[in-house]
């Protein structure tokens, strides 16, 4: 399984991506090199929001389409907790 996942950055921003194993990549942003270039320097950041897809590619396009929306849109997905509304 992929997840497409959100984080919340120490600066109250958000990082978007995809992965197949979470844990595993929320370690990587926090504590390691191997993490985002974005999140690294707005560490810690925090899980807010994650969705499984079954392929890379199902996570991708709706990665896609997540960090099109507006910041406002992304909090209503994030509180409502589905990924597909707009």
């Not at 929320?26 to 807010?48: D, F, Q």
Request: charged residues 35%; glycine residues 4%; proline residues 3%.
């Amino acid at each position: 399984m992929w997840h497409l996942y959100v984080v919340e950055c120490a600066d109250k921003t958000l990082y978007t991506g995809v992965t197949t194993d979470l844990r595993r990549r929320l370690h990587e942003h926090n504590h390691t090199k191997r993490g985002a270039k974005y999140t690294r320097c707005r560490r810690p950041v925090a899980l807010v929001w994650n969705r499984e897809y079954p392929t890379r590619s199902e996570a991708q396009s709706a990665e896609y389409q997540f960090k099109k929306l507006v910041h406002k849109q992304k909090w209503t997905i994030i509180r409502k907790g589905k990924p597909d509304e707009r």
